[in-house]
């Protein structure tokens, strides 16, 4: 894996300045790999899973970056000479305010040391430097190490620590040329805060590293996931999907389910898999109170398969009324053990607000919170993916089949506003950040908003059936709408299901959504790259971008007529953009190619490094099976005759630092990838041979 060390670094906002930084952890790739998970999980995912002391951050340690050096020993009759070609670096950490540095390279040998020239204001300095040092025989001992250390030149106070390089003379007697990239290391004088002086903070890391085969090996594996769901057997019979039923553990369960639609949803096939595992379901319970109640492989299915295909739709349906409930930030509390008269908001000339009055106005922003979501849900049948509405249509039969009896008329109904409610929007409502609702968790006052109007809509999806029968009698103003909103829920899941299976035809794709969708949107601020000109940060215009698995595109509003575009499959690079490019933070660049060879960049600045993070990932998951991606890019900007990264004059010169195409954030949009995922489940069944007696 392409990464050495993973680094938390907790901080003090500041409104105004720069945040501050409390402490930091950090852990190296072998430090995560040598730890067993403490669970049984049957995938023994090396990881950890425990508190962490924090640390002093140590502007020593916070190095970053490589060096480009070639080692050769030169032996004659008189004297023994180290011949070191400092040749360049990259990525060096920023030390300086304007978000760079000046680095030079230091070769120390025992007492000798050299040092090359000073490179202003670059994170990617070019030497080309040849540096001698004459030696003795007895400093060439094999243990003896070379060392190259890189500073931040300054003026005035100390020079900046940037990284070293150790090579022990063992090595440069094997190999007498020693030339390559080495990675710079920290000084190594960090020490852990004794006794958790700065606090502590729960980590659960896990490092899954699988060694993915060319497609071929897998395709008998998928050849029998395809047959167990076309051609099913007898229900009690072994297939593959009742074997992972078995290996699976409730750790597993979930990765192996989002795995599983994946598959299917790339083979075109996802309803016909989820309707075989609900069909085992259905047909193993006996007892309706408790179908789909547990974390099975099938409820985890329908749950992951939810948020893959329907969280645009989810969006759709509850973005507008979250920013409501964000934007009001109202006291809300029903619960008398709870409530805060100081808190309301209300003014009083009488004095403090009553329990009653914070009670009744509780009741009306919760009635008024949650029909408007009660409204926008009924109203949304159209707006539903179709391939949803037809796994659901397919649950309801199963269901209808399995209890006929008069006194089970609800259960098709349980069974299906169970997941679309209890697995699905209520979630959504608790913990908006999750569902990509909001770019930030919600505070203590609104998060209480919101997990009131869950635990409503949770009532609305188990139909009423269970008011007054808990220990919560306090949310019982809120129990008529609850009631009231049944009849036109059933409504709702009737019209839902009302659709032609065969009208809805599934096709084996490579994404999870057609080219139309648009899978990302919002304003950011743009600048092409244009020949040469003055950069300056009034040269960002804001404009309303979409994304879609075929186009970047973008206009001055959202209901703009006039849009430009750019072809996904035009998009060969996109990066991230060095801070002291433009003088800006949270700036990301889009390189295309055309199809005269040209490239061309559009710059793109975010509103937050969150947001950054999503749009790099969503784009890059929009072209990662591009073909002309390429291997190296500039960070910086062409300004003022020169590349502000790397120096270089010219404007087509070749890339100072290489290109992160297949990084991306894991999340419900992430690209189908029949290899990996084939690769997963080969691993679930292969380290649960044991348990089914292979």
């Known amino acids: 894996m392409g990464f050495h060390s993973l680094s938390f670094y907790i901080m003090d906002e500041d409104t105004i300045g720069h945040d501050d930084v409390i402490g930091k952890i950090s852990l190296s790739k072998e430090a995560i790999s040598s730890q067993a998970k403490a669970s049984a999980c049957v995938t023994m995912c090396p990881g950890l899973d425990s508190w962490v002391n924090l640390t002093r951050l140590d502007p020593d340690e916070e190095v ?83 060392t190259l250390e890189v500073w931040d030149w300054d003026m005035v106070g100390k020079n900046d620590f940037l990284g070293k390089v150790e090579i022990p003379f063992a090595c440069l007697h094997k190999t007498p040329l020693l030339q390559g990239w080495f ?36 395709q008998p594996l998928m050849d029998l996931l395809v047959e167990s769901v076309i051609s099913p057997t007898e229900v009690e019979d072994s297939s593959p999907l009742t074997m992972l039923e078995e290996v699976t553990t409730v750790e597993s369960r979930q990765d192996v389910a989002m795995t599983l639609v994946k598959i299917y949803l790339g083979q075109g096939l996802v309803v016909p898999f989820l309707d075989y595992l609900n069909t085992r379901e259905v047909n193993n319970t006996s007892d309706p109170n408790t179908l789909f109640r547990s974390n ?72 008024s919170y949650l029909t408007s979501i009660l409204q926008s849900i009924v109203a949304s049948v159209d707006q539903c993916p179709p391939v949803m509405r037809v796994a659901f249509k397919q649950l309801h039969k199963r269901v209808e089949e399995q209890f006929v ?4 008329e609800d259960v098709k109904y349980l069974a299906i506003s169970g997941f679309f409610f209890l697995r699905f929007f209520a979630p959504a409502i608790l913990t908006p950040k999750l569902f990509h609702l909001r770019d930030q968790h919600a505070d203590t006052r609104t998060s209480r908003t919101l997990l009131l109007l869950a635990k409503a809509l949770q009532s609305v999806g188990n139909l009423g059936l269970q008011l007054g029968h808990g220990k919560e009698q306090w949310m019982a103003p809120l129990h008529p709408i609850i009631l009231c909103s049944v009849a036109s829920v059933k409504d709702f899941l009737d019209k839902l299901i009302d659709i ?98 040209q490239l061309h960049t559009m710059y ?25 991606m390429l291997p190296s890019f500039h960070p910086g900007a062409h300004r003022s005759g020169k590349w502000t990264c790397c120096l270089q004059a010219e404007r087509t010169a070749l890339g100072c630092s290489r290109t992160h195409s297949a ?7 992430d690209p189908l990838d029949p290899d990996v995922e084939t690769q997963t489940i080969y691993k679930q069944l292969h380290q649960g041979r044991d348990k089914l007696g292979y």
Request: some cysteine; proline content about 4%.
């Open 296 to 367: 099975s492989l099938a409820s985890k299915a329908m749950e992951q398969f939810m948020k893959a295909v329907g969280m645009l739709y989810l969006h759709e349906v509850l973005k507008p009324i979250i920013n409501r409930v964000f934007d009001d930030k109202k006291y809300v509390e029903l619960d008398p053990c709870k409530i805060e008269q100081h808190r309301s908001r209300r003014i009083s000339f009488k004095g403090a607000v009553s329990e009653a009055e914070v009670r009744d106005s509780s009741v009306d922003m919760l009635q």
């Open 500 to 597: 032609d299976h065969d009208s809805v035809s599934e096709v084996p794709q490579r994404a999870k959504f057609l080219p139309s969708v648009t899978v990302k949107e919002g304003y950011l601020y743009k600048h092409k790259a244009e020949g040469p000109q003055l950069l300056s940060r009034f040269a960002f215009k804001k404009r309303y971008f979409w994304l879609t698995s075929e186009t970047l595109s973008y206009a001055k509003t959202p209901d703009w007529q006039v849009r430009s575009s750019i072809p996904i499959q035009h998009v060969c690079a996109v990066e991230r953009v060095d801070e002291n490019a433009f003088q800006q933070q949270y700036v990301m660049q889009v390189i295309t190619q055309d199809n005269d060879a």
């Open 405 to 408: 009896e008069p006194e089970n």
């Open 183 to 218: 990675r710079l290391l920290p000084l190594g004088n960090n020490e852990d805060d004794a006794g958790g002086k700065l606090g502590a903070l729960r980590l659960k890391v896990c490092l899954v590293e699988d060694r993915i085969l060319p497609s071929m090996y897998y």
């Open 64 to 146: 970053q970056g490589e060096i480009h050096l070639g080692l050769e020993l030169h032996r004659d009759t008189e004297k023994i000479c180290l011949h070191c070609h400092v040749i360049e670096a990259r990525d060096l950490a920023p030390r300086d305010i304007s978000g760079t540095s000046d680095p030079f390279a230091r070769v120390i040998v025992n007492h000798h040391s050299v040092d090359t020239s000073i490179i202003k204001k670059t994170r990617f300095p070019h030497w080309g430097e040849n540096l001698e040092l004459d030696l003795e025989p007895e400093e060439l001992r094999d243990e003896a190490m070379v």
């Open 663 to 669: 990084v991306t954030l894991g999340d419900w949009s």
């Open 604 to 628: 793109i600045q975010c509103k937050n490094v969150n947001d950054l993070n999503q749009w790099l990932s969503a784009v890059r998951k929009a072209s990662i099976y591009n073909q002309r």
